[in-house]
């Protein structure tokens, strides 16, 4: 497996976190590199996420910096201590980074809700799907490293089918559910499967039928996952260049609000899966 050169995005969230506390404190690094016996260079490393730390070294910063949220205080100290790599370490080497950050930003969520405007959404995609979305890219994608997403996909299910699944809330709307990536035969697959899915207790499925019209933040892909404390949540879009992530409280803020007026919008679960059986009857 190859070794990581660069941070992974929980790396750098924890050390964002710490800068923030840091600053919010009105602390320098030199401060924060005495309290900790470091110099100032390592301590730099840590914020950025280069340097990994300690959970106790994280309580000793908190302290110091003030920070009176014992639940957000557990909750960065429990990142600094589950840092170990996961099973998309596999991947490292063979797939962009910013995948393997998606998989781990999953498989750390509490809840996770995601808004589909074009594709279904991936974790509840079949294999034959999944190849028809990844085979439509330009520049075209090696076949080998087509194998590769696909198969990367798959494995993020799992977190919908683990122990202790995560809850997932899916918004579908209507426009990627008549897209048909894989010809007539595939997408009927995929939205039976789809319905299939949202039966299980731990996953909703909920659609956005086009009659509704205008809705905020068209045309985007949005994936919001919980943290265990609101100050940890984030939000991951998708680009052409790959995953974005985001966690300011404004960019938060904005994306809970488009959920929330999709929960308010979409058809319940049940008037779902007929709206979406009805949809798969007529290929």
Not at 75 to 101: F, H, K, S, T, V
């Amino acid at each position: 497996m190859p070794t990581r050169t660069t941070p992974t995005e929980r790396q750098r969230r924890l050390g964002a976190e710490l800068r923030r506390l840091r600053t919010a404190a009105g602390l320098t690094t030199e401060y924060a590199a005495g309290l900790l016996g470091l110099d100032r260079t390592k301590v730099s490393n840590m914020e950025s996420g280069i340097r990994a730390t300690s959970p106790e070294r994280v309580r000793i910063l908190c302290s110091n910096y003030d920070c009176p949220d014992e639940k957000y205080i557990a909750a960065l100290a429990n990142m600094a201590a589950n840092l170990q790599p996961g099973w998309w370490e596999q991947y490292r080497g063979m797939l962009p980074q910013g995948l393997l950050d998606v998989a781990e930003l999953e498989w750390r969520a509490t809840r996770l809700r995601t808004l589909q405007t074009v594709h279904l959404p991936g974790l509840l995609h079949l294999s034959g799907y999944a190849r028809a979305v990844f085979a439509s890219a330009i520049p075209s994608l090696p076949t080998s490293e087509i194998e590769l997403r696909v198969s990367h996909r798959l494995q993020r299910q799992q977190v919908l089918e683990r122990d202790n699944p995560v809850q997932y809330v899916g918004y579908v709307h209507e426009a990627a559910l008549r897209m048909q990536f894989g010809g007539r035969r595939a997408t009927r697959e995929q939205l039976d499967h789809l319905c299939a899915m949202s039966e299980r207790e731990n996953i909703e499925v909920r659609v956005l039928p086009v009659a509704v019209g205008e809705f905020p933040g068209a045309g985007h892909a949005v994936l919001y996952a919980e943290g265990p404390v609101p100050q940890l949540d984030t939000v991951q879009l998708d680009s052409a260049h790959g995953p974005e992530f985001s966690h300011a409280e404004a960019q938060l803020a904005k994306y809970r609000g488009h959920l929330d007026w999709m929960a308010n919008h979409t058809l319940n679960s049940e008037q779902s899966r007929d709206f979406i059986r009805g949809i798969a009857q007529e290929l």
